[in-house]
């Protein structure tokens, strides 16, 4: 379809105000980004300020009180992801299930911010974490339906970068509102720009849906955009004809169980080992949430104030590298980035055990995370890639699994890492040791199996 031609169908009688830009893979890119970034501000925002709240309350043991609030925010996560995978493949539903979670986001924020007691405080929790899970399934899938294949990391790589900027804004700027405002002010901050997100939830069009004004924001680089198989009658589509659209949009993947899913993803070596980086880059990142802030205090002496300013030396590079490992992605392939990621990240986790300099540790704390952030963007693109070449496997389902991975290592991993850091001796040396060790197994399974050619199969073909 020419220009011209697709800007008379955008601008059709009764299409939709903006139908080009509300359906494009940029304004998703727009949406998933503010949506992940949202996600995370309201998340880490109010993490400083509860243990503040449960003593207002009368609790004693808050640290151990604050603990569980996490683990609470986790299995709302990981029990609501199969459910609102399935649902959004079975139904081919994206916008509405979005605006839905961040109405579930707000209404948490709300429960919190009022909770009386500690049993509506775990319900918040909970309920924040269906609210995130939705985000991270139905968002990813949404950007992916939207994408030209060959921009699929790039844009990944943008929508990541959410992660690091909510993550990054979400303490101080939660602590400065509890400073100025009270307990509450952090959370208010949370619904606004809940609000402002639910803007562009509301606005955006899904791709099924813009397929009937003969739109398709995922070929808009490709030489035809509409699908043939609408067209009832030969000359132009309009959108009297393509409104008279069946029951299922074109092109809708035949709809499976959840154990057909799963047999088909554990027959995929491509898929399960994309899985088990997820797992594998979850607990090699959250093993060190609940101990590093005691290891910089115990070797050299840090408050709570420099220890967050270490943890902004670990998050501020992360706002670099998922953006250039979704280009990267892009032009060379997941199977380089990956083992590139992984192979420069490790040297830093044995680094980190050294203890002679403060200066030092920063550094390897920076680069490490950089490069282990960067391994994000290449699973989710190798993810979107596996997607398309499983029959009835969507994007949803794809990302679901994802979501699970990632959910379980992330509640599992600051257990794991804080009984190791307490009964061990050597704690510290012995988290690094295996954060280092996880991704050398790592390592081993992208070079054999990651992306469409992987280098194992590269190597074996050049020694042929």
Not at 5 to 29: I, Q
Not at 278 to 307: C, D, M, R
Request: proline share 6%.
């Amino acid at each position: 379809m020419s220009g011209s031609d697709k800007e008379n169908v955008a601008s059709a009688p009764n299409a939709p105000l903006g139908l080009r830009w509300r359906s494009s893979y940029w304004f998703a890119t727009i949406v998933v980004g503010l949506g992940v970034a949202t996600d995370l501000f309201v998340y880490a925002s109010i993490i400083p300020v509860m243990p503040f709240q449960l003593e207002r309350l009368g609790y004693h043991s808050v640290s151990a009180l604050t603990g569980w609030l996490l683990c609470a925010f986790s299995a709302g996560l990981v029990l609501s992801t199969i459910p609102i995978a399935m649902f959004t493949e079975r139904y081919n539903v994206r916008r509405s299930p979005l605006i839905a979670g961040l109405i579930v986001i707000i209404g948490s924020q709300i429960m919190l911010m009022e909770a009386p007691n500690y049993a509506v405080m775990c319900a918040a929790r909970v309920l924040q974490g269906i609210g995130d899970s939705i985000i991270w399934v139905v968002g990813l899938a949404l950007l992916c339906d939207s994408t030209p294949e060959q921009y699929i990391g790039k844009q990944l790589g943008f929508a990541m970068s959410g992660l690091s900027i909510g993550f990054l804004a979400g303490p101080p700027v939660g602590g400065a509102l509890y400073s100025r405002f009270g307990f509450r002010g952090p959370f208010i901050g949370g619904i606004i720009l809940a609000l402002i997100d639910l803007i562009g939830r509301l606005l955006i069009i899904e791709r099924k849906d813009a397929l009937r004004w003969g739109f398709d924001p995922a070929a808009v680089d490709a030489p035809t955009e509409i699908i043939e198989e609408e067209k009832s009658t030969e000359g132009p589509v309009t959108p009297t004809e393509t409104t008279q659209e069946p029951d299922e949009p074109p092109n809708t993947p035949p709809h499976i169980s959840l154990a057909g899913v799963i047999v088909r993803l554990v027959g995929s070596p491509r898929a399960a080992v994309a899985i088990g980086l997820a797992f594998l880059y979850g607990i090699v990142y959250s093993t060190q949430e609940p101990t590093l802030s005691l290891h910089l205090q115990s070797i050299w002496g840090l408050n709570s104030s420099k220890v967050g300013l270490v943890y902004l030396a670990g998050v501020i590079p992360t706002l670099l590298s998922s953006p250039l490992s979704g280009w990267y992605a892009d032009k060379r392939g997941v199977e380089w980035l990956s083992v590139i990621c992984i192979a420069l990240a490790i040297p830093w986790w044995v680094v980190m055990i050294v203890r002679r300099s403060l200066a030092l540790f920063i550094v390897a704390y920076a680069l490490g995370m950089f490069f282990i952030s960067g391994l994000l963007t290449p699973i989710t693109a190798e993810l979107a890639a596996v997607s398309r070449s499983i029959e009835g496997v969507g994007y949803g389902h794809i990302y679901g699994t994802f979501n699970l991975a990632y959910g379980i290592s992330t509640t599992v991993g600051p257990v794991v890492g804080g009984q190791i850091y307490t009964h061990l001796r050597e704690g510290w040396l012995a988290i690094n040791l295996l954060s280092a060790s996880l991704l050398f197994v790592g390592l081993a399974l992208s070079f054999c199996y990651m992306g469409e050619d992987p280098l194992l199969r590269k190597l074996m073909r050049r020694l042929k």
